[in-house]
């Protein structure tokens, strides 16, 4: 035990003694979960629309502001027919075109009937759709309008809650999975390239001949690294819950033992990764490139799972990032306590059992 | 002397008090001494004596801090691209790309040094047949015995016949045969005219030389042939008069 | 000198064990793989009723709402409890509640309540269940009115409608991968030409063949545009894959021109290598350099408008990446490729990589140190 200590205390040294590296290794989760966490949002804001309209009457007056006073839109530009709408598009000048037929209000107020047709530029599919969800609202309740000015004795009131997100922050959304990226992405990076350059050093197997057991040279390597994340955790949950104003709803606890399950599971594919690679380059490449854009897409940080096709979502439950980004959300935006995340807690367990057994397995085959 | 040029064509290196500062840390220290053409000139020292240092400010890879050089007769601190088109250079790594073949690395520097391809073939296939290296020819570096590699690596240094070649301890790690073998190649490369600039820590080695400068603590404590130094030291080999210049030194291993 | 040095960089990058697999296997995978996970498309709502008044109208208020096509009933609670429960365990999305006494008191007072809660932690989410199932309940609103009134509201001038009437430029079927594979390309081309010049020139460093290089004559700018080349026409064969790919899987062909997209691709494959460049000439250790590199491809990534939107974000959110080269590139790509949008229409973005990609690049040059 007193020389697990002693190893563990020379690779703390080790790791003090490049200072640089340290400092890039705190600051850059700082940085990357505040811009992350402040632009990171879905939300419709601001959007640039045209309006087409010929006559400038009272109901397509209302209308446009309506549109314009709402947070999602913002009315750049009245265009007077329909070829320069193309040129609205192909200018990048407006995201949505609202066209009001010809005579709009008095063919309303006479037939009952009028047509708007809304243009969106669909390169962003999604946001497309949103553009014209809201503006479709906006419409619709100036028809309201209309209509209450007509008898509508007969009321449905729905109240509305917005559980657990009342502001419908996509902050809210979205942190936790900066949050899951960025701890597995360093972790697996760290330590994966830190154990390859004692590799290709040669000291490695100097500890590896050593009477100490694997395991217990491993986990002194691993150590230092544990701690490091666990700081880099610290920081983004004060930052979270301080700048970005994402409290944590439910029991700090869980989500710290959560946390540290995950960080050691991050810390162990890291270890895996330092098995399977030769140079520091090849480790790096797994874990920063082979990493990144599995869990960006499939880990449901960004992209909801619930969507992909069934194959994917095999592939995803394999990533260990979704499972904590799931408990994460429970815990810290739901306010749900431990027992919602048993799932997820148990099958990080497994994985952290899984790769430390296979990692172990291939150290020795190297003994040998 | 009637002849004050500076370009001066018997002494291929002069030091005139060059030093190296890092911060308050003086590496070299006010080092003085020149080279005559076509010498073996030793430059030994233990570990962290300034050896490397010292020769890295003459082959242009470090601003002197203080002092002046000369080097094949261009100005170390002003002129250091001439400098580099006149020098060899072969370093404790051995510097050729493990993953290009035996030839591909002649071709590469010997491009480098603006040999023109007819050159380098012919010269390659003539180095080949002395090296006896034909059967490796097609290999990759890095699948090359260290003994190989090191012989080949000096040869690729002198391939353009430059001036003067630097060697930054070569022989580490081999056999005293092997070692042996690649001074052969350093005695060739002086019949040839080209000046050598050897570090070492191997005391032995200081015997082959013209010439030997010993370094203790960034200074240059003892300057002359072999022979001289021994009968200066009254020491029965180099070892022993380094061991005594040794005793004085207050820096270990750098 | 140069072609020397070429020749020595190739055969490098031809004989690694990984780089030659991966330019070709990597976009293979991403392209195949990812467009298939990246939609935010809300396709199953799911629905919890609680219904307290076991009433006609309360029966046909659940019936009503499951036969649109947006909601799936996935969970009948007695009450808020359980139905919250179904939340957490994630069999529903949003929970209907019809108190007692539902129809009697919209027939006799007039009014009656239906609460509606969503589960917003996805905030797009939430909000699209709230508003699909209130414009269900306001429907069922004019139902139920119409018929109370016995017909007499029917006439025309007190329902006036405005029909709406949605199209969709570009990309008709909204299809989410048109909007992803180019995106991707993007994606595929900054991690491959970003990382690896850089981290070639630290690599040479830690192995002291660049000892070797910088005590020989070749000059500054020759090495770095030896190191830069390679990658530049490996860059141009990535997309060359990529385009390739998006034809054969996706059908996806680019309503502009091939050669635009290769123009700013030559740039933009500049501007990343430049900045890796500038990285490894900073760093002092390999960790380093692939450390900080890897830091400013996330957050390029993350900011680039891949996958949230630029115009989301708040206002220093959007000046920043603006500075952002992958971002203008991700726009030409997607303005090429659905909008067929040329060059003179790009300009904007054109004079940014160029910018940008001239910045570092003499940066990279100027921070290259034969000697210290």
């Known amino acids: 035990m007193k020389q697990l200590f002693s190893f563990i205390r020379k690779e703390f040294y080790h790791i003090l003694r490049d200072k640089t590296t340290i400092m890039i290794l705190l600051l850059m989760p700082i940085i990357q979960i505040i811009l992350f966490g402040f632009a990171l949002t879905t939300e419709v804001k601001d959007t640039q629309v045209a309006v087409l309209t010929t006559t400038n009457d009272e109901a397509s007056s209302r209308i446009i502001d309506k549109l314009n006073a709402s947070a999602y839109f913002d009315v750049v530009a009245k265009i007077h027919n329909e070829d320069e709408i193309q040129t609205v598009f192909r200018d990048a000048k407006a995201k949505l075109v609202v066209v009001f037929e010809d005579h709009f209000a008095e063919k309303l107020r006479h037939t009952g009937k009028a047509h708007i047709q809304l243009i969106a530029d669909a390169t962003d599919p999604n946001a497309a759709t949103s553009f014209t969800f809201y503006a479709s609202n906006i419409i619709n309740s100036y028809q309201l309008e209309l209509m209450s000015e007509a008898k509508n004795p007969y009321q449905i009131i729905p109240e509305v809650k917005m559980l657990y997100n009342p502001q419908m922050e996509g902050a809210f959304n979205f942190v936790p999975g900066v949050l899951g990226m960025i701890l597995i992405l360093i972790c697996a990076m760290m330590t994966s390239i830190a154990i390859v350059r004692e590799k290709e050093m040669g000291t490695m197997e100097i500890l590896l001949v050593s009477p100490m057991k694997p395991i217990y040279t491993i986990l002194s390597k691993i150590t230092p690294y544990f701690v490091l994340s666990c700081v880099n955790f610290a920081t983004i949950m004060l930052l979270s819950v301080f700048v970005l104003k994402v409290p944590i709803a439910g029991s700090f606890l869980s989500l710290i033992l959560v946390s540290f399950l995950y960080i050691f599971v991050a810390l162990a594919l890291g270890l895996l990764i330092s098995t399977m690679a030769s140079t520091q380059i090849a480790a790096m490449l797994i874990s920063g490139m082979g990493l990144m854009i599995p869990v960006m897409l499939l880990s449901g940080m960004i992209f909801p799972i619930e969507n992909m096709p069934v194959p994917l979502q095999i592939v995803s439950s394999i990533i260990p990032a979704r499972w904590y980004i799931s408990a994460v959300k429970s815990i810290m935006i739901q306010g749900l306590g431990f027992s919602s995340i048993l799932k997820e807690v148990g099958v990080l367990a497994l994985m952290a059992t899984v790769l430390i057994g296979i990692s172990m397995k291939k150290f020795k085959v190297r003994l040998e | ?254 | 000198m140069i072609k020397f040095l070429l020749r020595k960089e190739f055969k490098q990058i031809i004989r690694n064990p990984f780089l030659p697999r991966m330019i070709f296997i990597f976009p293979l995978m991403v392209l195949l793989v990812f467009p298939w996970a990246a939609s935010y498309e809300i396709k199953n709502l799911n629905l919890s009723v609680i219904d307290n008044d076991h009433s006609p109208y309360s029966r046909r208020l659940t019936e009503k709402i499951v036969s649109s096509n947006y909601f799936r009933l996935t969970n009948v609670s007695a009450n808020y409890k359980q139905a919250l429960k179904s939340i957490e365990k994630k069999q529903s999305d949003v929970i209907l509640e019809i108190p007692p006494h539902f129809e009697k008191d919209l027939v006799n007072k007039q009014s009656a309540k239906v609460m509606v809660s969503a589960n917003a932690v996805n905030g797009m989410k939430g909000g699209m269940s709230m508003t699909y199932l209130v414009s269900i309940v306001t429907d069922f609103n004019s139902e139920i009115t119409d018929e109370l009134l016995g017909g007499a509201a029917s006439s025309s001038d007190s329902k006036p409608t405005i029909q709406i009437d949605s199209q969709y430029k570009f990309n008709p079927h909204l299809n989410y991968r048109v909007f992803m594979v180019p995106a991707l390309i993007v994606l595929i081309l900054t991690q491959l030409c970003g990382f690896l010049p850089a981290i070639s020139i630290v690599f040479e460093k830690e192995l002291g063949t660049m000892e070797q290089i910088n005590v020989s004559p070749v000059p500054k700018t020759t090495f770095i545009l030896a190191k830069l080349i390679p990658f530049w026409i490996i860059g141009f064969l990535v997309i060359t894959i990529g385009s390739a790919i998006a034809w054969a899987v996706y059908g996806l062909v680019p309503a502009g021109y091939y050669s635009t997209i290769y123009l700013f691709a030559g740039i933009y494959i500049l501007t990343v290598s430049g900045l890796g460049l500038v990285v490894s000439n900073y760093a002092q250790t390999l960790q380093q350099a692939m450390f900080v590199i890897f830091f400013f491809m996330l957050v390029f990534i993350m900011l680039s408008g891949l996958y949230t939107p630029i115009d989301s974000m708040p206002e220093w959110a959007k000046w920043v990446a603006s500075f952002n080269p992958l971002k203008h590139f991700m726009v030409v790509m997607r303005s090429v490729y659905l909008k067929g949008s040329n060059p003179l229409q790009l300009s904007k973005e054109l004079f940014a990589l160029i910018g940008f990609a001239i910045f570092f690049n003499v940066w990279a040059v100027l921070s290259y140190r034969k000697k210290n």
């Not at chain 2, 040029?5 to 003085?32: C, M, P, R, W």
């Not at chain 2, 050159?119 to 490796?136: G, Q, R, S, Y």
């Not at chain 2, 005391?203 to 022979?227: F, H, Q, T, W």
């Open chain 2, 1 to 254: 002397m009637n002849n004050t040029i500076q370009y001066n064509s018997n002494k291929v290196i002069v030091a005139e008090n060059l030093t190296k500062k890092f911060g308050n840390f003086k590496a070299v220290d006010h080092i003085s001494f020149e080279v005559e053409r076509g010498e073996i000139f030793g430059f030994l020292g233990a570990n962290g004596a300034g050896k490397t240092t010292a020769m890295r400010m003459l082959c242009g890879l470090s601003i002197p801090s203080g002092g002046k050089g000369t080097v094949a007769g261009y100005d170390i601190g002003t002129q250091t691209e001439l400098v580099k088109k006149s020098i060899g250079y072969m370093s404790q790594k051995f510097s050729l790309y493990d993953d290009l073949k035996v030839w591909e690395n002649i071709e590469l520097f010997g491009g480098i040094y603006g040999m023109k391809s007819p050159e380098i073939k012919e010269k390659t296939d003539a180095l080949m047949k002395v090296l006896d290296f034909e059967n490796e020819r097609d290999k990759l570096v890095g699948s090359l015995p260290l003994g190989f590699k090191q012989k080949l690596a000096f040869s690729v240094s002198i391939f353009h016949n430059p001036q003067v070649v630097f060697l930054d301890e070569p022989t580490g790690g081999v056999d005293p045969i092997t070692r042996r073998q690649f001074w052969e190649l350093i005695y060739e490369a002086t019949s040839r005219g080209i000046t050598v600039f050897v570090t070492t820590h191997y005391m032995d080695e200081a015997e082959y030389c013209d010439r030997v400068s010993i370094m203790v603590d960034g200074k240059i404590e003892a300057l002359n042939s072999p022979k001289n130094l021994r009968k200066q030291f009254n020491a029965d080999s180099m070892d022993d008069v380094f061991q005594q210049l040794a005793r004085k030194a207050k820096r270990v291993d750098g």
